[in-house]
């Protein structure tokens, strides 16, 4: 098991900038892939980024690329996402979730394990 806890959400104005964190327990945190998803009320689950265990490769939806980055810090069992440029239609509950393996995914039905989601909304 692997328990995953977010933070960092808040209330921002559009072209501000958020980092959230997402912070791990239970099993060794770099043998998992880290992916960040969002949820917009009345909308499906979207993926944001992906990290692998080592730090060594990300992937992104195009519609945050250039303005949110991924990162990871294994000794401290954290992930975060550095969010930039914020617009309207980036406001969603946003999600933590973790894989094992050895392909980066963006579909969200391949994670195991998944954080209860922080609140980010963007005024414009």
């Known amino acids: 098991q692997v328990q995953l806890v977010e933070s960092g959400g808040g209330l921002v104005q559009a072209g501000g900038s958020l980092r959230l964190s997402c912070t791990a327990a239970g099993r060794t945190f770099s043998n998992y892939h880290m992916g960040w998803f969002r949820q917009a009320p009345g909308k499906e689950r979207e993926f944001v980024a992906v990290i692998s265990g080592n730090g060594g490769r990300t992937y992104y939806a195009d519609s945050v690329k250039g303005r949110f980055t991924i990162s990871r810090d294994n000794a401290k069992n954290t992930v975060y996402l550095q969010m930039n440029s914020l617009k309207p239609e980036d406001t969603a509950v946003y999600y933590c979730?973790?894989?094992?393996?050895?392909?980066?995914?963006?579909?969200?039905?391949?994670?195991?394990?998944w954080g209860q989601g922080t609140q980010v909304t963007v005024s414009s």
């Open positions: 979730a973790a894989r094992s393996g050895v392909v980066l995914t963006s579909r969200w039905d391949d994670y195991d394990y």
